[in-house]
T-cell receptor, first 111, second 114 residues
Framework: QKEVEQNSGPLSVPEGAIASLNCTYSDRGSQSFFWYRQYSGKSPELIMFIYSNGDKEDGRFTAQLNKASQYVSLLIRDSQPSDSATYLCAVNLDNTDKLIFGTGTRLQVFP | EPEVTQTPSHQVTQMGQEVILRCVPISNHLYFYWYRQILGQKVEFLVSFYNNEISEKSEIFDDQFSVERPDGSNFTLKIRSTKLEDSAMYFC????????????FGEGSRLTVL
């Protein structure tokens, strides 16, 4: 069973802080890694994707991938109340076009 | 900005009835998907579709489910005989590439089976 694991939270951070969201995956064949944001009652929205080990930065967001440890994370700098949502980690295995999602981590940013 | 559109936004049906959920993917995308999310649970892959045929399907996507692209724009999910456990949010998604997984999701169709 190929799994993607996330802490369900909630993760509560004050406005302006760094929020750190973590994800582990079980299948070493995973090739592509994605972070989606999902507001309550809404559809997932792509935030970041990463394919190679290391860091990838896009604005206030940084994705980090460590394939040896089977670990991917998302850092949100200068967190805003509008960042409050559920963050879904998803992986894409080699030779498949489906995404396997984690259960998501609920982030709460308080003013 | 191009978007994936889905109809209906909410459908209530009786157990055993047939339901068709409709999607209009982004126009230049070639890969189409259906995912579902039962309330409070994870987003689950149902099926992927490319070049007018199913490219992959999950264990959830049994004989009660079918997909079709009846014309150049619509992509439909049909559930032949709905069960209570089919109650969920159904998301259509599209992509211009099968390898990157950069999916663009529609707003979803909430199905309630009574």
């Amino acid at each position: 069973q190929k799994e993607v694991e996330q802490n369900s939270g909630p993760l509560s951070v004050p406005e302006g802080a760094i929020a750190s969201l973590n994800c582990t995956y079980s299948d070493r064949g995973s090739q592509s890694f994605f972070w989606y944001r999902q507001y309550s009652g809404k559809s997932p929205e792509l935030i970041m994707f990463i394919y190679s080990n290391g860091d990838k930065e896009d604005g206030r967001f940084t994705a980090q991938l460590n394939k040896a440890s089977q670990y991917v994370s998302l850092l949100i700098r200068d967190s805003q109340p509008s960042d409050s949502a559920t963050y879904l980690c998803a992986v894409n295995l080699d030779n498949t076009d489906k995404l396997i999602f984690g259960t998501g981590t609920r982030l709460q940013v308080f003013p | 900005e191009p978007e994936v559109t889905q109809t209906p936004s909410h459908q209530v049906t009786q157990m055993g009835q047939e339901v068709i959920l409709r999607c209009v993917p982004i126009s230049n995308h070639l890969y189409f998907y259906w995912y579902r999310q039962i309330l409070g649970q994870k987003v689950e892959f149902l099926v992927s579709f490319y070049n007018n045929e199913i490219s992959e399907k999950s264990e959830i996507f049994d004989d009660q489910f079918s997909v079709e692209r009846p014309d150049g724009s619509n992509f439909t999910l049909k559930i032949r005989s709905t069960k209570l456990e089919d109650s969920a949010m159904y998301f259509c998604a599209s992509s211009d590439s099968s390898s990157t997984g950069e999916l663009f999701f529609g707003e979803g169709s909430r199905l309630t089976v009574l």
